[in-house]
Structures are given as C-alpha cells and as structure tokens.
C-alpha cells in the first residue's frame, strides 16, 4: 500500500460556489435523483434469483448465490474509487457517470431476460453494482451542502429514498409485468428491466438539467483507495467496538440469508405467480418503512440502544422459528410466512440503527469516519457472504439456511452481551461518581 503523502487539488480547477438558493434546493434534487434510481433497484431485486433459475443453473444454487453476491462485491470495490474521484472532479459528474451507467445495465437486464442468458445477466449485475455505488458520493453531496446543524436531517433523506425505492420499486415492477402479460408471455420479463432503465434516464435528466455542483473547497487525495488499515487498527483498539461489528456483520449475513432466498421460497413452494413475487416484496418494504419511521423512531431516546439491539436480536430469532415453521408444514401457509418477515424485518430494523449508533458513540470523534468507515466495510462483506451461504443450503432443505442464520443470530446475542454490554461512550467516566451526602 503507498502510504505517500496526502497530494492537494488545485483550487483553480474546481467549479464556483452554488448561490445559497441553488444549495438549498439541490437537497430536493439529490433526493428525487437518488430515489428515481433506487425505484429501478427496487424493481430488479426481487426477480433476480427467479429469472437466474430459468435460465438454467445447477442443482447446488451457486450460480443463484454469486450473482446475488456479485453487485455487493462491486459495491464494495468501487464506492471508495466513486468517492475519492468526486474529491478530485467534484460530485455532480460522478453521479451523472453512475446514473448513465445505471440507464445501460438496466437495459442489458431486459435484454438478458429476453435471450435468458445468464452470464449477459452476470454482466448487468456486475455493471449495476459499479454504477451504483455512488450513494457515498450523493452522501458526501448532502455533506457539502448542510451545515453541522442540518447535517442529520440531510442524511435522512437517503435514508427515506431508500425506504420508499424499495417500497414502490417493486409495485413497479408487478405493474410493468402485469401490463405486458399475455398468453405467449415468457416466464421471464424483459420489462421490469426496461422500465427500471427508462427510471434511472429521468433521474440522469434530473441531474443534468437541476443538479449544481456542491464541491466548492479543494479537498485533499489519499492514496488508500481500496482499505484503510489505520481505521481498522483503531476499530480493533476501541473497546467494546470489535464485538459491535462481529453482531453488526452477523445480523447482515442473516437477514441476508432471508432476502436473498425468499423469492425461491415463494415461486417454488407457495406456488407465486412471477408478478406476485415483487408484490410480496412491497409488503417487506413497507413493514420496514413503517418499523423504522414509527417504532424504532418513537422508542429512540427512550430506549437505550444497547436494550433496542438486544430486543431485535430477539425478535429476529423469533422470525426465524415461525419462518421455519411456515416452510416446513405440508400445506405452506402464506399468513405465516407473512406474519415471520414482518417480524423478521421488525427485529432488524431495531437492531442496524442501535448498532450504528453505539459504534459511533463509543468510538474517538477524531477517529469516528474511519471507524464508521470500516462498519460499513463490514456490512458489505456481509451482504456478500449472506447468498453464498443461503442459497445453496436452500437447495439443501428449505429449512437450512434460516435454522443456520437462527443459530448465528444467537451467538451475535452471546457476543452483544458479553462483549458490548460493558461499554461506555467515548470519554465518558467508567463509573458514576457517588451520590453527595449532605
């Protein structure tokens, strides 16, 4: 790894300040731009792994796992290189390169689904995966243009582009399978991917024509692109901070063995339509939207995170027991299935955030990025490994993969309570002083 000295950008050769209305107004736009493009993931994801299975994959489901796995490991790769050159170039042509890439690899998944070739399918999603990994780069936006006070309130509204592109994405997705429907219709539709397409060209024309540029202060370049091995030297010599992201990866590789297998779940054993599929995905995204904005929301402050992590790592258990319940009777049952992802995304919607934040809280202010850097590292490696473990226990047994990430949630909880419970916040002193006697 070069460890050279940081090089300075030449002021000259970025552009000039926005006007504080430009500024202000350009929150909406990142905001509509990043949503438009989430809608075309949201309508993607869920097809996915069925479309993969007509084309023709082997009994073990490896095929399935890598490219679920695949625009993770991309995502992984190339987020640092999209946020180091929009220091170097500026933010704005760095998502218009990433949105114009999105506009290509949506296309070329409806042309895969269409010739029912995977490896063209491999090629989008690894396309996806590189053009998509500019959300660090509309966060680092966001950052640009709020003040320290407004810094939070900016970020939140990745969060609900998130949330509401995951919910409506796949509604999207049903509508544009259910519009071209006919009796000829193949099990595979290239439409989804074309209208996932035609979204992402909207949110490229967003940012083209509204989206000013926000990079206004030379910033420095660092040679370490791929991995900073200073932040996980301090990740590691916080206390109480390595177990946080041993449950933190733990919890990501079991949700993940669920997201990752339920559209094979609810094809092959309940019998779903391949429109019914994203619909079922809707309710998912919903119920996360809706645990997250009023749940955790009301109880945060309340509650303190170290309880709120705990409580969902219960919960999340507890999905798993009826999830495998649900999969393992003779006739499945849809309402159980559907009442097991509703508490299995209640229980980790109220651990992620309470995780996050006890990582921040007891991590040095001065060494906090780097350490909130490697976290999300961390969950990345996670969502990577989560498929290549599911899916082929699925094609095991249908209960494997949830009994395994059940059984791996449990030891997160072991890990939460003997090796975090303990902690503190940074700075704070290890024992309460004494009550003053007057």
Known sequence: ?????????????LPAAAPPEARTGSLLVIFLTVFVDLLGF???????????????????????????????LMQFLFAPLWGRLSDRIGRRPVLMVGLAGSVGFYTLFGIASQWESLLVLFVARIGAGIAGATIPVAQAYIADTTTLQTRAKGMALIGAAFGLGFTFGPLLAAAAMWA??????????????????????VALLLAVVLLPESLTVAKTHSQRWFFDTR?????????????????????????????????LLLEADFKFELYQVPLYFAYIG???????????????????????????????????????????????????????????????????????????????????????????????????????????LLHVSRQLPYGVAMGLMAAGLVCLVVGARGGKDYGAPAEPPPPVEL
Do not use: C, N
């Open 286 to 392: 919903l119920v996360l939207t809706l645990a997250q904005g009023f749940l955790v929301r009301r109880l945060s402050g309340k509650v303190p995170e170290m309880t709120m992590a705990t409580v969902g790592g219960v919960v999340t258990i507890l999905g798993f027991v009826v999830l495998i319940i649900a999969v393992g009777t003779r006739e499945k049952s849809l309402g159980l299935l559907m009442v097991a992802s509703a508490v299995e995304v209640t229980g980790f919607a109220m651990m992620t955030p309470s995780l996050q934040s006890l990582i921040s809280r007891r991590s040095d202010p001065a060494r906090q990025g780097g350490i909130l850097g490697i976290s999300q590292g961390t969950s990345a490696v996670a969502r990577i490994v989560g498929p290549l473990l599911a899916i082929p």
């Open 231 to 263: 932040a996980l030297g301090d990740a590691l010599a916080t206390p109480t901070i390595p177990a946080l992201l041993i449950v933190s990866f733990i919890s990501v590789v079991s949700f993940g063995s669920f997201e990752t297998t339920l559209s």
């Open 180 to 201: 071209s429907a006919s009796e000829q219709a193949v099990a595979t539709s290239p439409w989804p991917g074309y209208v996932a397409a035609s979204l992402s060209a």
């Open 1 to 13: 790894m070069d460890s050279s000295p940081p090089r300075p950008i030449a002021p000259a050769a």
């Open 42 to 72: 949201g309508m993607v994801l869920p097809l996915l792994p069925v479309y993969a299975k007509h084309f023709s994959v082997t009994q073990t489901g490896w095929e399935i796992a890598a490219l679920m796995s695949v625009f993770s």
